[in-house]
């Protein structure tokens, strides 16, 4: 079965204080993205990977990095966050159709 | 970013009411996707179309993705509770992965 694992499911943090947000899928394959959801907003790219070593910016990259040294994983890293960075994050992997799958998501509140 | 607007926003109804949700754009996409989302979940995708003018069925739910590919509805036949839910559209460009998500149309479907 197709999945996306990311930890952890809650977090609470002070600003300034480094983070990393993990994420996996087992399904080996090559796009996989992290969005943000914000009500009002809806759902927002914040980065995207093509491949392994390969990564660039969606539509919200501000504060955010992240790396794909392996294809399995791609970790969402905040410096220094801030409290304009508490949201809900996904991250999702492509589908060979096309579509996606999602993981659960983390749940981020920074004071 | 192309955008996506989502209709209703809001879906109220009564157990055993039909009902259509909308996903219009602009832009043109090379196919176009369907999500579910429960509170405090990821995105669940339903459906892929990708071609002009097709229609797919997944038991009471049909998708039908406009002929020019800017466009697609999605909809419920006899709803059940079980069918509560945020649904969302998501677009995805001509030569490129990242999706173009909908704000979403929030359904809510009581006994």
């Known amino acids: 079965e197709a999945q996306v694992t990311q930890n952890p499911r809650y977090l609470i943090t002070v600003t300034g204080k480094k983070l990393t947000v993990t994420c996996s899928q087992n399904?080996?394959?090559?796009?996989m993205s992290w969005y943000r959801q914000d009500p009002g907003l809806g759902l927002r790219q914040i980065y995207y990977?093509?491949?392994?070593?390969?990564?660039d910016k969606g539509d919200v990259p501000e504060g955010y990095k992240v790396s794909r040294k392996e294809k399995r994983n791609f970790p969402l890293i905040l410096e220094s966050p801030s409290p304009n960075q508490t949201s809900l994050y996904f991250c999702?992997?492509?589908?060979?159709?096309?579509?996606?799958?999602f993981g659960s998501g983390t749940r981020l509140t920074v004071v | 970013t192309q955008l996506l607007e989502q209709s209703p926003q809001f879906l109220s109804i009564q157990e055993g009411e039909n009902l259509t949700v909308y996903c219009n754009s602009s832009?043109?996409?090379?196919?176009l996707q369907w999500y579910r989302q429960e509170p405090g979940e990821g995105p669940v995708l339903l459906v892929t179309?990708?071609?002009?003018?097709e229609v797919k069925k997944l038991k009471r739910l049909t998708f039908q993705f406009g002929d020019a590919r800017k466009d697609s509805s999605l909809h419920i036949t006899a709803a059940q509770p079980g069918d509560t839910g945020l649904y969302l559209c998501?677009?995805?460009?001509?030569?490129?992965?990242?999706?173009?998500f909908g704000k979403g149309t929030s359904l809510l479907v009581t006994p």
């Open positions: 999702a992997a492509r589908l060979r159709g096309g579509g996606y799958t």
């Open positions: 399904m080996n394959h090559e796009y």
């Open positions: 990977s093509m491949n392994v070593e390969v990564t």
């Open positions: 832009s043109v996409f090379s196919s």
């Open positions: 179309v990708v071609t002009g003018g």
């Open positions: 998501a677009g995805a460009p001509y030569g490129g992965y990242a999706l173009n």
